[in-house]
């Protein structure tokens, strides 16, 4: 628990490396030890990191094979969360139509269970798949969707990711203002939060601003 806890939290701050070698840990410790309650979620934890610091195919094997266990196992709560780390590999991997398949999926699961934190973290996954395909009306909305859900629920680091989803989408469609307004929320969130990976990318897009 500890090492799979560990790997969610450096993951979520984009310290994937260190998520790596910690799902990693928690895989060889539940299958060593025959700890199947954690082993899916484990599974997911490290495919997510290895999507990131390996390659988004070597990661995609462990988040498919997570879902599986999952679903086989017959769990339904959380199982949204599976489907969610599936569609974000998928993603990584440029498999837009799956990925929107995957969390389209996750998100029934997610509202039919009532687990508003995967639904605003699948609604920000789904805007994300629509920058991709050049859908900016449907993203636009989605972001605001998972903003608001976010908000109520106190998930500061996807209501940061919504700015800044926000902020490149005004950004490629030359509303410098807007974008201005939500890039500078995303970096003030960022740098509260230590999470210097996506401060990063938010820098980045305020300097092609300016």
Sequence with gaps: MSYFSSAVACAIRGDFEQARSDAEMAVRLCETHGVLTY???????????????ASPSEGLIHLERAASLYEAAGAKLLLSRM???????????RDYEVAREKALHGLKLARKFQER???AEISLLLAEIDIE??????ANTLYRQAASMAEELGMRPVIAHCHLGLGKLYRSTGKRDQALEHLSV???????????????????E????S
Aim: proline share 0%; net charge negative; hydrophobic share 50%.
């Design 39 to 53: 082993l899916a979620a484990s599974y997911s934890a490290w495919g997510w990191a290895l999507s990131h610091v």
């Design 133 to 138: 395909c050049g859908q900016t009306d449907a």
């Design 206 to 209: 305020l300097q092609e601003i």
């Design 117 to 119: 934190g995967v639904e």
């Design 83 to 93: 489907f969610w780390g599936w569609a974000q590999g998928l993603l990584l991997s």
């Design 186 to 204: 995303a970096t003030t969130m960022y740098r509260e939060m230590d999470m210097r990976f996506w401060l990063e990318q938010a820098n980045a």
